[in-house]
């Protein structure tokens, strides 16, 4: 591997049961490596269920993706320097439900009208997948913003902050740890060696699209509006072996050796084998090898670069390898989905499933390489099925699909004929943990109006009819939103949490954002049987009869049942499941209900917020005091206010911070342990829009916002 000594954990030899997952594995294969732990826009497009074989359990764990996936879900960080811990001095977290700090967010400037873009995703390196380093560690943890602006002598097209935890004891929270000019413009999302020490990206300048690969350094000098030029190289042999920082340039070209741009294709890197696909605007996918391992190279013998669609041509969206089925799946903005052999170059071609190329395909495919399904998301479905407009929808094809096959397709909302584009959705715990590609997909719907979330079951791989969560903005305002984001936090305050995270450009519904540009979250945790919750976790439960998603709270702590117990919709309701008692908070919303008010006559059953942003409802109708009660802090409690009695639901389940013009892709940092200091457990994107940077008025922001409340 790349750089970086690779620690070994010895979990067992032969067949061996990962408790938290359940995958068995055999032999060697079963060994997770300690490594530094990238987090970019692949991550969301990889994305595995449990193998249900042994033959797709050994495919899987030579993607290091998988690794890092598992990571994710049950390796606990802690904020230390420390970063040579010894391999029998590491400590492996399991899903442990310990306390976590929140900090407020920080906002950077990127410059004037400075952004990621819409649909693109930052970078985040960490070192050690058990270790969150702050600036004054060898080797700092790291997140990298694309600024969108043509670099030159005044403005970084590329920036790095490290230092970036408020529980890092020394220096200014965060610095900028390098920043560069490289001469073009970059609008799609960059991705990391596997050790940290190069990033790969296409930048765009006179129309010509590059590869580039760029070697950092760090810097103490280097800021946003006084960036580096790293040393430029045309030829990739001067290119390998280059003392950092160093950048190669390689022009995208058709097969005939024509120039081509790219705005929409982002690089996707095996790190097994050492090679990238990136499509272009005219419809080329082209392949590299070695990438950032030898003297890098684009394959261009026969068949490569492919040509996916030789009739009509057009641009492609992000490709996305899949070791198991051996295919590079990408899709096009006429609508397709291709299937393109890594080996041969052959190509299998879907049926359309796409109807709007002025909003067109921008997400790129999510494959699943353990259930073999390929998911795709389309803005207009050509189809009159919903309310006699075209539908939003969700496609699952098999990763093996033939020509001409549209797959199935679940409805997500309307659209219309200038639909807003549909990004990628994102797959809760429950789906990750399957043995067979079961849980739920989150996505943001109803392109044709105000943009809805929506939670799509899928069981075994077969897609469920969409119920929706919560509507994103006030009705009548069709606005935009951004891909979806879903974390487990298993390290939450409390116990463990999931969220979904999401923005719109405009009109958010919660009710810290006003009427502006929002990132939004929402708790989105499924119920599990036999599991331990605490008092304050909340659940979100689907209710049949009524075709609706309710929040319940747990009241008094325990273990779930062995299955789930008879739901309630009515507020109030108190549901005993195994030993955990759980409240029905109501249905899921984004709007919260309103404050308390003095001397008011409140009915049975009305829900407000009370001052430490907890939900109560009334128990017993009556009129409010002059004053406010001290409010019950503990889910299930009372609070007598005057002739009124409130019960305190808990806290309010989604969260809004304004954000100018919403937001970019959304990347999770680190989840944290009970001795991990403020700051470490934190999500990253840009506004799309200027907005008023602390250092930096009327730029665009790199943010840092918080997991739980978007402080």
Request: with cysteine; net charge negative.
């Amino acid at each position: 591997m790349e750089g970086k000594v690779s620690r070994v954990v010895r979990l067992g030899a032969g067949l061996l049961g990962l408790m938290t997952l359940g995958w068995v594995l055999t032999g060697h294969a079963a060994k997770p490596i300690l490594e530094g732990l990238p987090t970019d826009w692949t991550h969301r497009h990889i994305v595995f269920s449990q193998p249900a074989t042994a033959e797709l359990a050994a495919l899987s764990a030579r993607d290091p993706r998988y690794w890092q996936q598992w990571y994710r879900q049950n390796v606990a960080r802690v904020l230390s320097d420390d970063v040579e811990t010894s391999p029998e001095m590491v400590s492996w977290s399991f899903r442990r439900r310990t306390m976590s700090s929140i900090h407020r967010d920080w906002a950077e400037g990127l410059g004037p009208l400075g952004t990621v873009g819409a649909g693109n995703y930052p970078a985040k390196y960490s070192f050690s997948v058990t270790t969150a380093n702050c600036g004054d560690a060898a080797t700092p943890d790291f997140v990298v913003f694309s600024t969108g602006l043509t670099g030159s002598g005044t403005q970084a097209s590329i920036v790095a902050f490290d230092n970036l935890y408020s529980g890092c004891p020394i220096g200014t929270v965060p610095s900028v740890y390098w920043a560069y000019n490289t001469g073009g413009q970059i609008q799609t999302s960059p991705v990391f060696s596997r050790d940290g020490s190069q990033i790969a990206f296409v930048q765009t300048s006179g129309g010509v699209a590059s590869l580039v690969l760029l070697k950092w350094q760090a810097s103490t000098t280097e800021t946003v509006s006084g960036p580096g030029s790293p040393t430029l190289f045309l030829a990739p042999s001067s290119y390998f072996g280059c003392t950092a920082p160093c950048m190669l340039a390689i022009p995208l070209e058709s097969g005939g050796g024509i120039a081509t741009a790219d705005t929409t294709s982002s690089v996707f890197y095996d790190y097994v084998g050492d090679t990238a696909w990136v499509g272009d605007a005219s419809g080329w996918l082209h392949r590299f090898t070695p990438v950032f391992s030898g003297v890098p190279a684009e394959i261009r013998t026969a068949p490569w670069p492919v040509q996916v669609n030789t009739a009509t041509p057009t641009a492609l969206t992000s490709p996305v390898h899949d070791h198991v089925s051996g295919n590079v799946f990408v899709e096009d903005r006429g609508g397709f989905l291709y299937a393109v052999s890594a080996a041969s170059g052959a190509v299998t071609t879907s049926g359309r499933l796409e109807f709007a190329p002025a909003a067109g395909v921008v997400a790129g495919p999510v494959v699943d390489p353990n259930a073999q399904k390929v998911y795709m998301f389309a803005s207009n479905d050509g189809s009159t099925n919903c309310a006699g407009v075209a539908c939003s929808g969700v496609y699952v094809l098999a990763t093996n699909f033939t020509g001409g096959t549209t797959g199935t397709e679940v409805a997500v909302g309307s659209s219309s004929a200038a639909p807003n584009p549909i990004y990628d959705g994102s797959f809760d715990s429950a789906y990750q943990t399957s043995l067979n590609g079961t849980g739920n997909l989150y996505v943001c719907g109803d392109t044709g109006i105000n943009p809805t979330l929506y939670r799509v079951p899928i069981t075994g791989g077969t897609l469920g009819a969409a119920v929706s969560v919560a509507p994103l903005t006030a009705v009548g305002q069709h606005r935009a939103c951004s891909p979806v984001t879903d974390l487990l936090n298993p390290n939450a305050t409390g116990g463990a949490e999931e969220r979904v995270f999401f923005s719109v450009i405009l009109n958010g519904s919660a009710a810290a954002c006003g009427t502006k540009g929002c990132a939004m979250s929402f708790v989105d945790m499924p119920w599990q049987g036999k599991t331990a919750y605490q008092v304050g976790q909340e659940i979100l439960i689907y209710y049949p009869p009524g075709k609706a998603l309710y929040i319940y709270v747990a009241t008094a702590s325990g273990t779930s049942g062995a299955t789930a117990p008879t739901w309630s919709n009515t507020v109030g309701a108190v549901v005993t499941d195994g030993t955990v008692t759980w409240l029905n908070q109501g249905v899921s919303s984004l709007a919260a209900p309103g404050n308390w008010i003095a001397g008011h006559t409140y009915g049975f059953r009305t829900r407000i917020v009370d001052s430490k942003g907890n939900e109560e409802f009334v128990s017993v109708g009556g009129t409010s005091g002059a004053v406010a009660p001290s409010w019950a802090t503990t889910p299930g409690l009372t609070t007598t206010d005057n002739t009124v009695t409130w019960v305190n639901e808990g806290a309010v389940p989604g969260a809004g911070l304004p954000a100018a013009g919403g937001t970019s892709g959304i990347i999770i940092d680190n989840t944290v342990s009970q001795t991990t200091q403020a700051g470490a457990s934190e999500l990253y994107f840009s506004t799309l829009g200027t907005q008023n940077c602390p250092n930096a008025p009327a730029s665009g922001c790199a943010v840092q916002a918080s997991q739980s409340q978007l402080k």
